[in-house]
């Protein structure tokens, strides 16, 4: 068992099961052994690689939309350009190095932000961003950003931020903790607090026994802030994660270790935990503060935005070999048995913005 797995026994000693909810917490949180706070999860070294990593046409094209949407929000100046949960920083170095060359104006005028808590991944973004450092500030949360129009991304960010989850069981709905069974491995039980069955999400009110159904508050919690401050300020959110437009139930909690899947308890604190993301709850807390709500899929919104055509401009001053590796990141980042449908895109803008480049028909 992981340090952290045994640190976790011992609470569960003490006060009983705990819900899934703070077991990921601790996971991928804690101070001493969490998975974010410990390891390097990113690149061909770590276990999984974002799109950022795999391609610098990804952040040249949400560099350009998140420009376009500033287009649409009236040109303001002051505006705060920030990066929610931003990795080694790949993506926010690629859009300013976009920002600079498509407009130096909306780039010498603009304030970049990095909202980051963990010392060690800020000081890799440091790293990461070179001489571009000097034109950034951190921040630890939505909160302490001015108060000016916001141009915000967030990519694979929503998927790491804690679910409960809620198992059907003869008595009811009841959530679901992890204990220890009676071998002393950590298991899954039924807990007993019940769910208000308002908050079951369509289609689930008749499911059978065992079945799972997840609810962010979390994740609602935070889109409510930025929402409450694209709806004062003006502005735009981008969100790019793997989930699913429609309501949706079922367990999606899943570990990912080495790049390949793991058990979600036997590992903790060395796998990476995520659960898809609910985007239909994420608009409607957007919608219910008066912002216009997009969706997409990411290869949707990644060819409407020029994909292919960015892909033929590097590619005709590439050899053959480059061509071929930049045929394959194509494929990764948009096609339908890869990225392209299994991730989603959120944008959020007040109503009175401008169109601004999106799929038609979402």
């Known amino acids: 068992m992981t340090k952290l797995g045994e640190r976790i026994v011992q609470l569960i000693a003490t006060d009983g099961p705990i819900p899934v909810s703070e077991y990921m917490a601790l996971c991928l949180f804690h101070p001493e052994h969490g998975y974010y706070t410990t390891r390097e999860p990113f690149g061909t070294g770590g276990d999984f690689i974002t799109a950022p990593e795999i391609s610098q046409m990804f952040g040249e094209l949400v560099a350009i939309w998140l420009y376009q949407a500033w287009i649409a929000n009236g040109r303001p100046l002051p505006v705060t350009v920030a990066e929610i949960g931003p990795g080694r920083g790949t993506l926010m170095k690629d859009m300013l190095r976009t920002w600079a060359q498509l407009d130096p104006a909306f780039f010498d005028g603009a304030d970049f932000a990095l909202i980051e808590t963990s010392p060690r991944l800020r000081a890799i973004q440091r790293d990461t961003l070179g001489a571009m450092a000097g034109r950034t500030g951190w921040h630890e949360t939505v909160a302490t950003l001015p108060d000016t129009p916001l141009l915000i991304v967030g990519n694979e960010l929503f998927d790491a931020i804690p679910v409960r989850q809620f198992v059907r069981t003869p008595s009811g709905w009841r959530e679901r903790m992890v204990g220890v069974d009676e071998t002393g491995e950590l298991a899954f039980f039924a807990g007993a607090a019940s769910l208000d069955t308002a908050l079951l999400p369509e289609g689930a009110e008749n499911a059978a026994e065992g079945y799972i159904v997840e609810l962010g508050p979390a994740r609602i919690a935070l889109i409510a802030d930025i929402a409450a401050r694209i709806s004062a300020h003006g502005g735009a959110g981008l969100f790019i994660d793997y989930g699913y437009l429609k309501p949706g139930a079922g367990d999606t909690l ?109």
């Open 254 to 362: 899943q570990a990912l270790k080495s790049h390949a899947h793991d058990h979600v308890l036997a590992h903790p604190g060395e796998a990476d935990l995520t659960t898809h993301v609910d985007f239909a709850a994420l608009g409607e807390m957007a919608r219910a503060h008066s912002l216009k709500v997009l969706t997409a899929t990411q290869g949707a919104f990644l060819l409407a935005m020029g994909l292919l055509e960015r892909a033929g401009g590097l590619g005709a001053h590439a050899d053959e070999a480059g061509r071929e590796a930049i045929r394959s990141q194509v494929e990764r980042l948009a096609g339908p048995e890869q990225m392209g449908d299994l991730f989603k895109v959120l944008a959020i803008l007040p109503e009175a913005a401008c169109d601004v480049p999106f799929p038609s028909g979402d």
